[in-house]
């Protein structure tokens, strides 16, 4: 969310962007940050439960396979609501094309269902949404670069400007 502090140190648009709409984004790009970390989570949860429920003295101990079952299901579960809101962000600004969007979302979405209602599993198509919090991370980084790069442009040429406009520079 945007503060007031905020939007006093942006007051003007970058490239066409309102200050509001650039902290909105990166609001989105944090969230998604959160989602990654949760992907993470889910990977080391997956490898260390399961090395530790492989060994023989804890074969019979069902809380070992709880963890290494059910514990990465959920927490790339968490990650679902957060990359649809990424994925609302990402469209609204036209961060990425809405095909890829829409593909992202809707094959994740379908193999999920899919998997539910046809294969009673749901590890394809959570494995699905992997991939979709990782693409909008690119989408994100792709922006923030746009925008870093048209700032330095921007500079370059105010500081030609200024040395132009110099009247202590001209007289060599």
Same mark, same amino acid.
């Given at each position: 969310?945007?503060?007031?502090?905020?939007?006093?140190?942006?007051?003007?648009?970058? @490239?066409?962007?309102? %200050?509001?709409? =650039? *902290?909105?984004?990166? +609001?989105?790009?944090?969230?998604?940050? &959160?989602?990654?970390? #949760?992907?993470?989570?889910?990977?080391?949860?997956?490898?260390?439960?399961?090395?530790?429920?492989?060994?023989?003295?804890?074969?019979?101990?069902?809380?070992?396979?709880?963890?290494?079952?059910?514990?990465?299901?959920?927490?790339?579960?968490?990650?679902?609501?957060?990359?649809?809101?990424?994925?609302?962000?990402?469209?609204?600004? @036209?961060?990425?094309? %809405?095909?890829? =969007? *829409?593909?992202?979302? +809707?094959?994740?979405?379908?193999?999920? &269902?899919?998997?539910? #209602?046809?294969?009673?599993?749901?590890?394809?198509?959570?494995?699905?949404?992997?991939?979709?919090?990782?693409?909008?991370?690119?989408?994100?980084?792709?922006?923030?670069?746009?925008?870093?790069?048209?700032?330095?442009?921007?500079?370059?040429?105010?500081?030609?400007?200024?040395?132009?406009?110099?009247?202590?520079?001209?007289?060599?």
């Amino acid at each position: 969310m945007t503060t007031v502090s905020d939007q006093s140190t942006q007051n003007k648009s970058q @490239r066409g962007f309102a %200050p509001l709409a =650039i *902290a909105r984004i990166k +609001g989105a790009q944090r969230a998604n940050q &959160i989602a990654i970390y #949760l992907i993470y989570a889910a990977i080391i949860a997956f490898i260390v439960f399961g090395t530790i429920a492989s060994v023989k003295a804890f074969h019979d101990n069902q809380l070992l396979y709880q963890l290494f079952y059910n514990l990465p299901y959920a927490l790339i579960t968490l990650t679902i609501p957060i990359t649809i809101y990424d994925a609302l962000v990402v469209y609204r600004y @036209r961060l990425n094309q %809405p095909s890829m =969007i *829409a593909m992202s979302i +809707g094959v994740s979405t379908i193999i999920l &269902i899919g998997g539910l #209602l046809f294969a009673d599993t749901v590890w394809l198509g959570l494995s699905c949404w992997l991939g979709v919090a990782f693409l909008f991370k690119v989408s994100f980084k792709r922006f923030f670069d746009f925008l870093e790069v048209a700032d330095e442009h921007d500079i370059d040429e105010a500081s030609e400007t200024a040395i132009v406009d110099d009247p202590e520079h001209t007289r060599s």
